[in-house]
């Protein structure tokens, strides 16, 4: 499944902002969007199965910026994460389709 996140703001949540929790293949693009404020994690992924990647985006305010636990979670290193209790980075650079890590 692909799904992308673009140009938009996801606050005040009571739980986390973006959740990718999957059994199956996720692909999950986020790009030039606001994660502020939530009681949860912004961006969270989980299982083997997400790919999570992050670009041009706000995480701030809140409980944590980012966290992945055994899925995969890259940048393209031109987000801004801070100010949350905890903010979860650094998240690895995403390699771009030929390998080479963009900057």
């Known amino acids: 499944m692909l799904v992308a996140v673009q140009g938009g703001m996801v606050a005040t949540n009571d739980g986390d902002g973006v959740r990718a929790?999957?059994?199956a293949v996720l692909?999950?693009?986020?790009t030039g969007t606001s994660v502020v404020n939530n009681f949860g994690t912004g961006v969270l992924a989980s299982?083997?199965?997400p790919t999570v990647l992050i670009g041009g985006a706000t995480i701030s305010?809140?409980?944590t910026g980012v966290s992945f636990a055994g899925a995969t979670m890259q940048s393209f290193k031109n987000n801004q994460i801070a100010g949350n209790n905890t903010d979860g980075t650094p998240?690895?650079?995403f390699s771009g389709p030929?390998?080479?890590a963009l900057q």
Do not use: E, R
């Open 98 to 100: 030929g390998g080479t």
């Open 61 to 63: 305010g809140n409980a």
């Open 47 to 49: 299982g083997a199965d």
């Open 91 to 93: 998240i690895p650079a």
């Open 27 to 30: 692909n999950l693009t986020i």
């Open 21 to 23: 929790i999957a059994t």
